[in-house]
């Protein structure tokens, strides 16, 4: 199940570096108080929310974005890279 939460390569990254820290995008059910108050208080850091599309930027350990995949209310995890325009 968790698998179709992420790329991967991604996957494999996460867990082959489980201290290292990655820039994120997390798809979620609702970008609310309550789903940014559960993230912070595992230590992940969360640069900012997104509603148009729920999503949460954070930055976390491999580790802390290997938990997520289990939580239901999880529906996409991503790597947060720079958007260029032509």
Do not use: N
């Amino acid at each position: 199940m968790a698998e179709t939460k992420i790329d991967p390569k991604l996957a494999a990254e996460l867990k082959s570096q489980p201290d290292a820290q990655f820039d994120l995008l997390v798809t979620v059910q609702h970008a609310d108080d309550q789903t940014e108050k559960h993230l912070t208080s595992q230590g992940i850091v969360v640069r900012r929310r997104l509603r148009l599309v729920p999503t949460v930027a954070i930055t976390c350990s491999g580790d802390q974005a290997q938990e997520l995949l289990g939580y239901s209310w999880v529906e996409q995890i991503e790597r947060d890279q720079p958007v260029h325009t032509m």
